[in-house]
T-cell receptor, first 109, second 118 residues
Framework: GQNIDQPTEMTATEGAIVQINCTYQ??????LFWYQQHAGEAPTFLSY??LDGLEEKGRFSSFLSRSKGYSYLLLKELQMKDSASYLC??????????WGAGTKLIIKP | GAVVSQHPSRVICKSGTSVKIECRSL??????MFWYRQFPKQSLMLMAT?????????EQGVEKDKFLINHASLTLSTLTVTSAHPEDSSFYIC??????????????FGPGTRLTVL
């Protein structure tokens, strides 16, 4: 079956770095997406990886290892506004997104 | 960037009435649109995949006669919740798929519709 696993909740301190891990099992693979979702709002796109390696975009970076079925989202210089849920989603062979349950990130001052 | 609008953003209705939610891709054409439902503190649940000009494909457990989907054009899809009941109260989110500049399939989300059925 198809499955995405990510931690339910993480806590970090303002100004610090946090890494949110995601493992996936899908029928075929057409990329790994990370979305940010604030409470009461729709998800917004953060990153896309289809090749192995690290993609850096400002304070956010995303890593993919296809052989391990593993990705992580790295957030640097954490700000209070980064408090949100972070959704990992893998695109299968039918170009359908398979969603994780999301990781709620709590930032403390 | 690609923008998806959704209307209304919030709706409160009485039990037994029907509610229509519109989803529009504003600056691109979307051959495929998706409808999701999200309950509090839970992840997105795909309800159906909608292709322009054809019948929607519903996920297991989603009643197609209750959740009517119409994808009349490349920029508009509608979800009608018929005979709504309190258990249908949820956050409904649409998304539209398009090809990014980099050449991969990307989904853009509408802002969501908060439905409350009294």
């Amino acid at each position: 079956g198809q499955n995405i696993d990510q931690p339910t909740e993480m806590t970090a301190t303002e100004g610090a770095i946090v890494q949110i891990n995601c493992t996936y099992q899908t029928s075929g693979f057409n990329g790994l997406f990370w979305y940010q979702q604030h409470a009461g709002e729709a998800p917004t796109f953060l990153s896309y990886n289809v090749l192995d390696g690290l993609e850096e975009k400002g304070r956010f970076s995303s890593f993919l290892s296809r052989s391990k079925g593993y990705s992580y989202l790295l957030l640097k210089e954490l700000q209070m506004k980064d408090s949100a849920s972070y959704l990992c989603a893998a695109m299968d062979s039918n170009y359908q997104l398979i969603w994780g349950a999301g990781t709620k990130l709590i930032i403390k001052p | 960037g690609a923008v998806v609008s959704q209307h209304p953003s919030r709706v409160i209705c009485k039990s037994g009435t029907s509610v229509k939610i519109e989803c529009r891709s504003l600056d691109f054409q979307a051959t495929t649109m998706f409808w999701y439902r999200q309950f509090p503190k839970q992840s997105l649940m795909l309800m159906a995949t909608s292709n322009e000009g054809s019948k929607a494909t519903y996920e297991q457990g989603v009643e197609k006669d209750k959740f009517l989907i119409n994808h009349a054009s490349l920029t508009l899809s509608t979800l009608t919740v018929t005979s709504a009941h309190p258990e249908d109260s949820s956050f409904y989110i649409c998304s539209a798929r398009t090809l990014s500049r980099e050449g991969y399939n990307e989904q853009f989300f509408g802002p969501g519709t908060r439905l409350t059925v009294l």
